[in-house]
């Protein structure tokens, strides 16, 4: 049994996973890793790609599973520090990559890299104007997430911690106040996630799909770990979508007891 789609700018997608492409320990690596996903969205740092543009074999590598899974692209303005600067990339990915869609990311603090909700509502506001489908990197916060739908993004991206670091949902609260507050908006609780566990998690609470890189870049066994995550992310829709039984106090029994026993 599968879980149900959702819709991202007009566009219906299956899988509930996204996946990045930085940090696998070779190509050969992140063209199955992409593949045993499942994923039909994959996101790509424009910043990284320029850094290493004799790295042909990991662009190479990303083309070719988008190929051959039919996956989209999504080109993110990770390491930008200025709306300016985020708003100049995206222009740059639009022009090499031939899609409006943008992973928005401003970064304003360099310990945790948490977004700049300043620079990002910024950005997002002149991006869409300029016709980009923007995806923006925030935090949980509930007033940046209300201006960010204010200047017209159709999708909220939440962290569920700060990037890389595989804490899992540090704030549950927060983020199932988001889902609570906007049950139809499309939203992707990205970075933080470290486990498949992590990512059930965030399914449970409702989130229509989670994005993650380090986790399965930096396991021992990245293919491994990416299909772990793609049955993951569906075991944890289908539990939502099925209903999670009401944690109890105390024991509830399962099988009433009648006046009179039986055999088998």
């Known amino acids: 049994m599968q879980p149900s789609s959702w819709t991202a700018y007009g566009v219906t997608l299956h899988s509930r996973l996204l996946l990045g492409t930085a940090g696998y320990p070779s190509p050969q690596a992140l063209h199955e890793a992409i593949v045993a996903s499942g994923t039909e969205v994959v996101t790509v740092g424009l910043r990284r790609v320029q850094a290493g543009a004799g790295d042909n074999g990991h662009i190479a590598a990303i083309q070719s599973a988008l190929r051959e899974r039919g996956a989209r692209l999504l080109p993110n303005t990770a390491g930008c520090r200025t709306a300016r600067e985020a708003i100049e990339l995206s222009h740059l990915a639009r022009e090499l990559y031939g899609t409006p869609w943008i992973k928005l990311e401003v970064v304003g603090d360099e310990q945790t890299l948490q977004p700049d909700p300043w620079e990002l509502v910024t950005a997002a506001e002149a991006l869409i104007r300029d016709g ?130 039986f055999l088998l």
């Open 132 to 261: 980009f489908a923007v995806f923006p990197y925030c935090t949980d916060d509930l007033v940046t997430c209300q201006r960010l739908l204010d200047v017209g993004c159709q999708v909220l991206m939440p962290w569920g911690a700060p990037i890389g670091s595989g804490q899992g949902l540090i704030n549950p609260w927060a983020l199932r106040t988001l889902r609570e507050r906007w049950p139809d908006v499309p939203m992707v609780v990205d970075a933080g996630i470290g486990s498949p566990a992590h990512a059930v998690q965030a399914m449970e609470l409702g989130y229509d799909a989670v994005l993650l890189n380090s986790a399965v870049s930096q396991a021992r066994e990245p293919v491994c770990m990416a299909a772990a995550f793609g049955a993951a992310v569906q075991a944890g829709r289908l539990g939502f979508e099925a209903g999670v039984m009401a944690p109890q106090a105390m024991a509830v029994a399962t099988t009433p007891v009648g006046g009179r026993p």
